[in-house]
C-alpha cells in the first residue's frame, strides 16, 4: 500500500526547529563550524566528550540545571544538576588515578541505568580513559569474550550482576584488575565499593590535554562470523554527538529529552548520555524497562518534549491500542524520534493518532558513532523511509564490483548496499586488534555499511535488508556465530546454524536449527536442554528463542552452512541459486 | 483451583520460557528480569503459557503485573477468583 506522505507546516511548533531548511542547512553545513559551536578544553588542550557534555555548563549559566533526572524503579526521583555532574565525574576520574588506571585502559559497564552508571562514563572519558558499557542481560559468554578482546582494566558494576555472571569466570580475565561495585561495600572478595571509593576522591579534576584522535568508546557490535568486533571511537566524535543531537532530534538546551535506549548499546552511550548532555538539556533516565502505562506517566509527569524510542516498544505500544493514552496528557511532547530497525509506516503514521505527532525514523550504526540518516522536525515525512543523510554526511547506493572497488547506483529506486563518504567525526577509527576486518568496510573511497538500501528520486532513502547473515533482533544486532558457537559447546550438537525468523513486534528472532551427534535424541526434553544451555551461556538477549532439529544441515561444497538456506525454507520462499550446494542435502 | 495448582503452573510456565532456571530457586518479590534477565519476549511466551496451561487471558497492559513470582501468583487467583 501506499502511504500519503505526511507533510510538515512549518513555523507552528512551539519552537524554531534547529534545521529549517534542509537544502539550505545542508550546503551551509561545515564540521569545521560544527566543532566551533563547542568550546574546547581550557587553553587550547584538544577536545574532550567530558568537557563538552559536562564541565562546560558546569562553568556557566547552565550549572544549576538539571542535567539527569533519574526515575529509581521505585517512581522515586533523583535530579543531578550539572554543577553536580561535575563534581561526581571528577570524583569519579580522581578515583581511577588513584587506582593507576591509565590513559587509553578500557573501563568495562555492566549495569542496568543507575546514576553510577552514567557517572561512571563520564568520569572514565574525564580520565582519559576507555569507557565500555555492555549490555547487562547479556549471559557469561558474551560478556567474557568482550572483556577480554577490549583487555578490560576496570568494572563497574552490581554485586548481583558480579556474583551471578563475572565472578565465577574472574581468574580468566587476567587483566581485569578492579572491580567496583556500585552497592557494595567491599566486602565482596576481589571488590571495591562505589561510594566509599569515589567518597575518598577529590572534588576537583583538570582534564588531561586530550587529542581529538585519543580513544574514547569502545563499543562491541557483530559480525556474521568470528568474535565480537569492538568499534573504536575516539574524543572528536563530540562534534557530531553534539550536531546531530540538535539537528535530528532537534535538541534545544530546554528540553526535557527521553532517550529509552540502554547504554549498554551504542544508542544509549551516542543518545542517552553524550549528545544531549553536549546541547545542555535535561536527560531523563528511567531505570525500569518498557511498561507502557508507566511510559505514559513518564511522558505526562515529567513534561518530556523529545522522545528517541524504538521501533519494537512502538510496535508493543501498538499492540495495545489507543485507549491506554487516552488518562494522560502527552501534550508536552513536540518531536518524536526512532531508530533500531527500520519503522514500519503503520508505526510512523500511529504517533499521529497516539500522540498527535509522526515518529521520525533515523538510521545509523554502532560503526557510524551517531545519526546519519533521517527524518526531521521539518520536512514531510515519507513513511517507511529513514529521510535523507544528516548535513555533513554523504550517502550513497553502491553494487561492489568484482575487481574489489564499487559502483555508485544513480538511478533512482534501485537496490544496492548503502555506502558513506568517510570523514565524519564520529566515523568509527577501527575494530579493536582487527585491522583487516576494519579494512574490509571500505571499498572505492566508500563506507560500506552492510545494509541493502534504495534511493527514491527525491532522495529519500529507504531501508530494504541486510547483505550479510547479522540478526537484528529488537533493535540489537546478534551475530549468527556467536550463537552457533555456544549451541556446538553441547555435546549433543553436532553442527548448528542460526538466522532472524521474521517476527511482528522484533523484526527478527533467533532461531537455530540443530543437527545431532549420534546417540542423541531429538525431542522436547534436548530442546529444553539446549535452550536453558543457550540462555545460561549467551543470556535472553542473545539466546536462540527457538530451536528446530534436523537431520543434518546444508552446507556449501567448501563445508559453509548456509544460513540463506535455512532461512529461504524457514519462510517456505523459493531456495535461489543452490548450485554450491554440497549434494546429498 | 488451589494455590499450590497455580504456583506449579506458574513455575511450569517459567521453566518453560527459560529452561536454565530449572534448578534455581526463585525469589518470589524479584522481578524475573533482575533474577533471570527475563525480557519483554519471555514475558509474551510466559504469558501465553499460563493462558494455556490456566485458561486465563493476560492482557498485555498488565504484563508488568505478572513479573514476579509473587505479583503473578496474586494476579492470577484474583483473577482465578473472579472467574
Known amino acids: ?585 | 483451583m488451589t494455590e499450590d495448582e497455580i504456583r506449579a503452573a506458574v513455575l511450569a510456565a517459567l521453566t518453560g520460557v527459560a529452561p536454565d532456571i530449572e534448578d534455581e530457586t526463585v525469589d518470589p518479590a524479584t522481578p524475573f528480569r533482575d533474577q533471570f534477565d527475563f525480557d519483554s519476549m519471555d514475558l509474551l511466551n510466559f504469558a501465553i503459557a499460563l493462558h494455556r496451561s490456566l485458561g486465563v487471558e493476560i492482557p498485555e497492559i498488565d504484563y508488568p503485573k505478572v513479573a514476579s513470582l509473587e505479583g503473578c501468583l496474586g494476579y492470577l487467583s484474583g483473577k482465578l477468583q473472579d472467574a
Not at chain 1, 569502545?218 to 566524535?237: C, Q
Not at chain 1, 535538541?251 to 527521553?258: A, C, G, N, Q, R
Not at chain 1, 536449527?513 to 535424541?521: N, Q, T
Open chain 1, 1 to 585: 500500500m501506499q502511504w500519503e506522505p505526511i507533510h510538515k507546516k512549518n513555523g507552528t511548533g512551539p519552537v524554531a526547529p534547529n534545521l529549517g531548511d534542509y537544502d539550505r542547512v545542508r550546503s551551509e553545513f561545515s564540521w569545521v563550524s560544527a566543532r566551533a559551536a563547542l568550546d574546547g578544553l581550557p587553553g587550547g588542550d584538544g577536545l574532550n566528550i567530558a568537557h563538552e557534555a559536562v564541565d562546560r555548563h558546569a562553568a556557566g549559566p547552565r550549572a544549576g540545571h538539571t542535567a539527569i533526572r533519574w526515575i529509581a524503579r521505585s517512581g522515586a526521583v533523583r535530579d543531578i544538576s550539572y554543577a553536580e555532574l561535575r563534581t561526581l565525574t571528577s570524583r569519579f576520574a580522581n578515583a581511577l588515578k588513584g587506582l593507576g588506571v591509565a590513559k587509553g585502559e578500557r573501563v568495562f559497564a555492566l549495569a542496568g541505568r543507575v546514576p553510577e552508571l552514567y557517572v561512571a562514563a563520564l568520569g572514565t572519558l574525564k580520565a582519559g580513559s576507555v569507557f565500555c558499557p555492555l549490555f547487562s542481560a547479556f549471559g557469561p559468554e558474551p560478556i567474557k569474550s568482550r572483556m577480554t578482546l577490549g583487555s578490560a582494566r576496570v568494572l563497574v558494576t552490581t554485586t548481583a550482576l558480579y556474583r551471578r555472571k563475572v565472578e565465577p569466570m574472574r581468574a580468566e580475565l587476567p587483566e581485569l584488575r578492579h572491580v567496583i561495585l556500585i552497592d557494595g561495600d567491599g566486602s565482596v572478595p576481589g571488590t571495591l565499593g562505589f561510594a566509599a571509593l569515589t567518597a575518598d576522591a577529590g572534588d576537583a579534576f583538570a582534564i588531561a590535554p586530550t587529542d581529538p584522535e585519543d580513544m574514547a568508546l569502545l563499543h562491541f557490535t557483530s559480525g556474521t562470523t568470528g568474535r565480537p568486533k569492538g568499534a573504536i571511537h575516539v574524543h572528536g566524535a563530540i562534534v557530531a554527538h553534539h550536531a546531530t543531537a540538535r539537528l535530528a532530534l532537534d535538541l534545544h538546551p530546554e528540553d526535557v529529552f527521553w532517550c529509552t535506549a540502554d547504554p549498554g548499546w551504542v544508542t544509549g552511550t551516542s543518545y542517552g548520555i553524550i549528545g544531549p548532555l553536549s546541547v545542555g538539556v535535561t536527560l531523563l533516565v528511567d531505570e525500569e524497562e518498557f511498561d507502557a502505562e508507566r511510559w505514559y506517566r513518564t511522558l505526562q509527569d515529567q513534561k518530556v518534549t523529545v522522545w528517541y524510542t524504538a521501533p519494537t516498544a512502538i510496535r508493543m505500544m501498538m499492540k495495545l491500542g489507543i485507549e491506554p493514552i487516552r488518562g494522560f496528557d502527552t501534550s508536552s511532547l513536540r518531536f518524536l524520534a526512532s531508530v533500531g530497525e527500520p519503522l514500519n509506516p503503520e508505526g510512523v503514521v500511529w504517533g499521529v493518532e497516539a500522540f498527535g505527532l509522526p515518529f521520525h525514523d533515523n538510521w545509523w550504526q554502532t560503526e557510524t558513532g551517531g545519526i546519519m540518516i533521517a527524518n526531521y522536525a521539518a520536512m514531510d515525512i515519507r513513511p517507511g523511509s529513514m529521510g535523507k543523510p544528516l548535513p555533513g554526511i554523504e550517502a550513497a547506493v553502491v553494487e561492489r564490483l568484482d575487481d574489489g572497488g564499487v559502483r555508485v547506483i544513480d538511478e533512482p529506486d534501485r537496490e544496492g548496499e548503502l555506502a558513506l563518504r568517510p570523514g565524519w567525526p564520529s566515523m568509527f577509527r577501527g575494530y579493536l586488534n582487527e585491522e583487516e576486518r576494519y579494512a574490509k568496510c571500505f571499498a572505492g573511497g566508500w563506507y560500506l555499511s552492510g545494509d541493502l538500501a534504495r534511493r527514491d528520486a527525491d532522495g529519500y532513502f529507504w531501508f530494504v535488508g541486510r547483505a550479510d547473515d547479522v540478526i537484528k533482533s529488537a533493535g540489537h544486532l546478534i551475530g549468527p556465530f556467536e550463537v552457533e558457537s555456544a549451541l556446538m559447546e553441547h555435546p549433543a550438537v553436532a553442527e548448528a546454524g542460526v538466522i532472524g525468523k521474521p517476527d511482528p513486534v522484533a523484526m527478527e528472532v533467533v532461531k537455530a536449527f540443530v543437527a545431532l551427534k549420534p546417540g542423541f535424541e531429538a525431542g522436547e526434553p534436548l530442546r529444553r536442554e539446549l535452550l536453558g544451555h543457550c540462555r545460561k551461556r549467551l543470556g535472553a538477549a542473545v539466546a536462540p528463542r527457538e530451536i528446530d532439529f534436523l537431520k543434518d544441515l546444508p552446507r556449501t561444497r567448501s563445508g559453509k552452512i548456509m544460513r540463506r538456506l535455512l532461512k529461504a525454507r524457514e519462510l517456505g520462499l523459493p531456495e535461489g541459486d543452490t548450485s554450491t550446494l554440497e549434494s546429498g542435502t
